[in-house]
């Protein structure tokens, strides 16, 4: 839970059943810069069903220099699918 009501807006698009959708809300999320967020990019990274919302999140994630952000997108480096695996290398290659 954040306080930050621009975070708690894109609530339902973060949950949405529509893989689109939540990509499309992780992008919107990311755009706030806003360390509150990191919770749901690293969350949808380990756990979104979605291989296109995990490569998204992975992607995202390369602006921060976080201790969970690097353990994250280390795990992702093991991820079954590829784009999620490069996605993941290309943003630690980023940090």
């Known amino acids: 839970m954040t306080y930050n ?31 509150d967020g990191l919770e749901w990019l690293v969350d949808s990274l380990r756990n979104d069903p979605s291989i296109e919302v995990r490569a998204q999140a992975a992607t995202l994630l390369e602006a921060w220099e976080d201790g969970e952000v690097v353990q994250a997108l280390c795990e992702a480096l093991t991820d079954t699918e590829y784009s999620v695996r490069d996605a993941a290398a290309q943003s630690l290659s980023v940090l």
Do not use: H, K, T
Request: charged letters at 35%; zero cysteines.
């Open 5 to 35: 009501l621009e975070i708690e807006a894109l609530r339902p698009r973060l949950q949405a059943s529509d893989a689109g959708m939540r990509r499309i809300a992780l992008i919107d999320l990311a755009d706030l810069e806003d360390p």
